[in-house]
């Protein structure tokens, strides 16, 4: 039976600094790093692959704008997986150790992506690559729903905790390293003729990511177990029904980090996939240009991975919170100057929007964000209350948010107000569930209950 208190061992703020690795903090911070530029490398390329080629290879029978509809609901599905992955992989997570779920997702969602640089097109196989397509974005998807919660879960629990902000947010730089490497292959990509895009070079960041596979699981292969998942063994707090438990003590926490994430994961679909579509439509504001968003974005991945750690260090200093609901303020009052400013034509002025937008907006949500979630959640069930919050989050606002857009998008002549007003509301969602978010900086993650 679940007994909500704190364990005998309970560690002073100083201990806890005391007891740190700092080999297994390295190793922790690197093996989560390569996780996420791996799950982001996959990400960019993916939503950069919907929004620029995959209507065309995949949907090409149902015109341009039913091509991206269809594009983007594939993105959507593999959304729509994370919260089963997140609640398998969760499980798992909780009753039997954090490392072992980072081996099994990294090889899921790597696989995954190298087997869609080998699919078939609409061309040489009809529908059959659409089925593949959906199958495999699938698999992505469920690996991808415990990657995050449990890099989050992993080096938050090995952090000394008076620096747990700017240990946590350094696997985040991952993020952009990943979206770097997926937006700057995609734009270079661009540089070649159509024909060569759309006949076989769209297939290389696919194919590419094996390399990121076999080093990231060389490296997470020697890690050890995080202390707090240690401890509960040692004194068998490990609970059989993580998820259960969950639902029972953890499901205020759960909606606050759902609310939370609304608006810096719904931001970053909006400025990494759908803004890009909206540039190189037809009748867009640079028809046909599939290298003004990708360069856009591999400029804001740049920034983003300096201004990530930056926010993350500074909620060590003022407190999560505080950051956090300045971060979404900000986001919202910057919503619709932003989208209008795009629709000038100034490729100067799309390119600053897109760093502000990404680097400051959503960044601001995700630096507190990182340690926040996982300081939430008691010792028993954190890797699955944070892969919940997380997983059911993307599927609303990730996972809908370019197909909801691109709906929009056509239903209203492609008017730029669609994204702003898109981004504007889910910037406000997050900053008003930072006013029923507890502060947690500096909370003990040996304890069994949660922040309160």
Known sequence: MLVITRTNAKLSAEADDAVVEPDQLRRATLASSVGSALEYYDFYIYGLASALI??????????????????????????AARPFGGIFFGFIGDRFGRKMVLLLTIG???LASFAIGLLPTFEQAGMLGAVLLVVLRIIQGLGAGAEQAGATTLISEVAPRRRRGFFASLPFVGIQLGTLLGAGTFAVLQLSNDGAFEAWLWRVPFLASVVL?????FIRLRLKETPVFQELEKHKNVVKNPVGQLWKH???????GIGLRMGENGNSSIYSALLISFLAMKDGIFPGDKFIGPVGLLIAAGFAAVMVVTFGALSDRFGRVRIYRYGAL?????AIPAFYLVTLGNVALVWAVMVVGIALGVQSMLGPQCPLLPELFGSQYRFTGVAMSREI???????????????????????????????????????????FTPETAGRDLAALEDAK
């Open 330 to 334: 900000f986001q919202a009052v910057f």
């Open 108 to 110: 899921m969602m790597g």
């Open 213 to 217: 596979i076999v080093v990231a699981v």
């Open 250 to 256: 953890s499901k205020k926490n759960v909606l606050v």
């Open 54 to 79: 995959f209507g065309p290879l995949f949907f090409k029978p149902l015109g341009e704008s039913g091509a991206l509809i269809a594009s983007f609901a594939t993105y959507g599905v593999g959304f």
């Open 393 to 435: 989050s993307a599927v609303l606002a990730g996972g809908l948010v370019p197909l909801l857009g691109a709906i929009f998008l056509a239903a209203t002549g492609n008017s730029w107000v669609v994204l702003a007003v898109y981004s504007l509301i889910l910037a406000l969602i997050s900053f008003v569930a930072t006013f």
